[in-house]
């Protein structure tokens, strides 16, 4: 009776791509909601508000900050 080759999946640890590909998903809405709530909790911060999001593409002149 021959041996049969053994077939390895590739991994990282026990992540294996198709573990990966289902829990992107959830990783991308639960990644914005994060970052969102960062935001929105560090806009009261001055140096924030200066430095990242007065500088955001579209929204960034509603956190414009006057130099005086």
């Given amino acids: 009776m021959p ?3 053994i077939v390895t999946n590739p ?3 026990i992540i294996t791509p198709e573990k990966l590909v289902r ?3 959830s990783l991308a809405t639960w990644g ?3 970052g969102t709530a960062v ?3 560090g806009s009261d911060v001055p140096l924030v ?3 990242i ?3 955001l593409p579209v929204i ?3 956190w414009a900050v006057d130099e005086q």
């Fill in 11 to 13: 991994h990282f640890g």
């Fill in 53 to 55: 999001l007065s500088k």
């Fill in 39 to 41: 935001s929105l909790i």
């Fill in 32 to 34: 914005v909601a994060a």
């Fill in 60 to 62: 960034g002149s509603y």
């Fill in 3 to 5: 041996v049969r080759q």
């Fill in 49 to 51: 508000k200066k430095d």
């Fill in 23 to 25: 829990v992107i998903p």
